[in-house]
């Protein structure tokens, strides 16, 4: 009797769902989800300077480049078929000031940057960001007025800066800032510019998380910063409020949406693209990059498998693509394969 029934009934011995997963071809077959190249956006750093590759402490692996370098490692991404790269630049400490009102000038790094991809590197689209951080004194994503973040001049500013950052090149104003109303201010005054086929994608829902760390060393914002970014930034207890504010900024007309930071948020993910379809994408901060990478770097864990199953993951939960400090590295992969 006991060795029949093996202690797998006949009704659910005929349902055996290792048969697909018997031999490599099989799951291949069967694989619902896959990462490709295309589905990567790669964040850089941007200095100051020419010839300069500066290593970055808490994100091993990742530099700080000058714009000549940052040329250089764009026309490789370019090559190995990644199709954007987002650009967060290192502002020197004499240009920062209490409103960031170097986020404004034609010339400042960022627009710099962008002029210089758009004229030495084919097919590779530039997101550029419009928040205030790396040009404030006080590292705030805003101006900051008696202890407060003053929101609609704020918006006015950034609105301003997204064209000025539009006429340099970019192909996609990315405002992380998280002020209300900014996604349609931004949008009008690009139109009203005739940047009309600018993209915006909002960073919709970014919330005040202990991930952006490492990010705050590598532009220099760490030690300024005063105070934190709750007052907002979302609070990662909730979720029904990350998907009225991401209904917010579709009204307001963005193009495309972020979900930040990525992995600890993956049901946000989902929500959004649930509700409301159109592309979205997942920043895998500076605290998801590092985690893999220092646990990696101690033979802890086996860093390139727990990265791709991490991007892999995105997908799943219904993301179009990834904004990931990896992006080169699973290029270099995917191409191998
Ligand atoms: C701020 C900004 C942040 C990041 C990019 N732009 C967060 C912050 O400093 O509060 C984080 C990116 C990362 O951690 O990789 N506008």
Known sequence: MQDKTHLVDDVTGHRRMRRNRKADWTRRLVQENRLTVDDLIWPVFVVPGTNVVEPIAAMPGVNRMSVDKLVEAAKEAADLGIPAIATFPNIAMDLRDETGSHSLSANNLINEASRALKKHVGNIGVITDVALDPFTSHGHDGILRDGEIINDETVDQIARAAVVQADAGADIIAPSDMMDGRIGAIRRALD??????????????????????????????????????????????????????????????????????????????????EAFGLPIFAYQ????????????????????RAMLETLLAFKRAGCDGIMTYFAVEVARILSRR
């Open 192 to 273: 009203s510019a005739g940047h009309q086929n600018v993209g915006v994608m909002s960073y919709a829902t970014k919330f005040a998380s202990a991930f952006y760390g490492p990010y705050r060393e590598a532009i220099s914002t760490g030690g300024l910063l005063k105070g934190d970014k709750k007052s907002y930034y979302i609070d990662p207890a909730n979720s029904m409020e990350a998907v009225r504010e991401a209904a917010l900024d579709v009204e307001e007309g963005a193009d495309m949406m972020i979900v930040k930071p990525g992995l600890p948020y993956l049901d946000i993910c989902w929500r959004l693209k």
């Open 285 to 304: 901060v500076s605290g998801e990059y590092t985690q893999i990478k220092a646990a990696g770097m101690q033979g802890w864990i086996d860093e390139e």
